[in-house]
Structures are given as C-alpha cells and as structure tokens.
C-alpha cells in the first residue's frame, strides 16, 4: 500500500463550524505533513509531525489544529475559520531520516471552501 | 533563504514535440532537488529528485531533468510529449527544518503544461 488517503475529498463549512481532515497511511512513515494550496498556487508548508511529535509549525494562526493521535494518522482540526482560509489541503508522508523529503508521497487532497 | 524560481507560467506544446520546463534555485549548499506534478484537483506526484552524483536524472513517464550547478537550474525534459502529460509541474528545492533535518520543501510558483494535438 503507496497510498496516503484523505478525507473528505470536498468540505464546505461556515466561519462558526468546527470541522476535522483527516489523513492516513499504512507504509510505516513515521514523518506526516499539512500543506495548503490556494488556487494557482505552489503548495505552502504548515505542520511537519515526526514521530508523533509536532516538528514544525510554519506559523500557522491558531484556528487550525494539528493531531497526530498514532503513527497511521493525521488530523486537522478547524475552528472559525476565515473565508481566506478556502484552499486545497493536501496531506504527504515519508521516511524520517536525515533528508526525509526524499520521497514524500502525497494523498489527493481536501479542497475546502469557507462561507 | 531557499527558494525557487520557475520562469514560465504556461507552456502550450503540441503533442509529440519535445519539452522543456526551466527552474532556477537558489541555495548556498548544493541542493536537494525535485520535480513534481499535479493533476487538476489532485495531489503531487514525484517524478525525479537529484540529491548527489550524476546530475542527469532519469525519472517516471520518460522525464529527465539536468542539474547545472553553474546556472542554478534543474530544467525538465521530455522528447515527446503526450497529451496525458497536460497538468502541472513544480519544481522543488529541500530546506532544513527544525532540528536539522532536511524535512521541508519549498516549490516553485508551478508551469501549467497545455498539449495541443
């Protein structure tokens, strides 16, 4: 199994709505990441996890949460978030060593929009 | 600071033409490197990545890409290109995280490939 799967694949939530995105692969990588993509945009880091432990976190505002209750799994936990928020959410794992982005696999995504 | 420069916003090229993609980097060590591509509404797929070595790279759907450390560039190749190959590819360039490891990527602002048939 290559797969990082995410869900949902599509979300549509209100500024005063609580949601979570979830994330989750069975190849044994013990490094897991959030990146957002705005429309016609690069993909922008925001959460690296490392053995279950938060590694990085590129100063994302508050209203998004990381979890990472198990090394299969990774949730983002959102809470009054803003209209600007409205971008594709894609999860990646890999292999934590040294140059762990040496192979980073990437699920489809959580194209979320914020109204 | 890391970054990543890809010239071309959108390339049209028809199909069974060759193909080229330009991405410049700018790193003080020598760089990890990527190419990756994504399909409308999907998430990205690595197609080759140089770290060391041999600075011709082969990777997966016939690209190849060419480290020129005296140009700062990794530009992607196809001799021919399909229709299938319409999408976007950024290149990438490995940065350090916290705590040393090489753990974050920084891409480039992506080339939208159009083939025409």
Same mark, same amino acid.
């Given at each position: ?7 949902? !694949? ?12 979830? %994330? ?27 053995? &279950? ?13 990381? &979890? %990472?209750?198990?090394?299969? $799994?990774?949730?983002?936990?959102? +809470?009054?978030?803003?209209?600007? =928020?409205?971008? $594709?959410?894609? %999860? ?24 | 600071?890391?970054? @990543? ?7 049209? @090229? ?8 330009? %991405? ?21 797929? $690595? ?13 997966? !759907?016939?690209? &190849? ?16 290109? +399909?229709?299938? =190959?319409?999408? &976007?590819?950024?290149?990438? @360039? ?9 753990? !974050? ?9 159009? @083939?025409?048939?």
């Amino acid at each position: 199994d290559t797969e990082v799967t995410q869900t949902p !694949k599509h979300l549509v939530m209100g500024m005063t709505n609580k949601k979570s995105l979830k %994330c989750e692969q069975h190849m044994g990588h013990r490094a897991m990441y959030w990146y957002k993509q705005k429309a016609k945009k690069p993909p922008e880091l925001m959460f690296v996890y490392s053995y &279950e432990k938060l590694s990085i976190n590129e100063s994302v505002p508050s209203r998004f949460s990381p &979890e %990472c209750p198990n090394s299969s $799994l990774l949730n983002l936990h959102l +809470h009054a978030l803003q209209p600007e =928020d409205s971008a $594709l959410y894609l %999860c990646a794992s890999s292999q934590d060593r040294g140059v762990s982005i040496e192979k980073l696999f990437f699920g489809s995504g959580t194209q979320l929009s914020v109204l | 600071a890391q970054s @990543v420069t890809q010239p071309d916003i959108h390339i049209t @090229v028809s199909e069974g033409a060759s193909l080229e993609l330009r %991405c410049n980097y700018s790193y003080g060590a020598t760089p990890y490197l990527f190419w990756y591509v994504q399909s409308p509404g999907q998430g990205l797929q $690595l197609l080759l990545k140089y770290f060391s070595g041999d600075t011709l790279v082969q990777g997966i !759907k016939g690209f &190849e890409a060419e480290f020129k450390r005296s140009q700062s560039s990794f530009n992607l190749r196809k001799p021919s290109v +399909h229709w299938s =190959d319409a999408a &976007e590819y950024f290149c990438a @360039v490995g940065a350090r995280g916290y705590g040393g490891a090489t753990n !974050k990527l920084i891409f480039g602002t992506g080339t939208l490939l159009a @083939v025409q048939p």
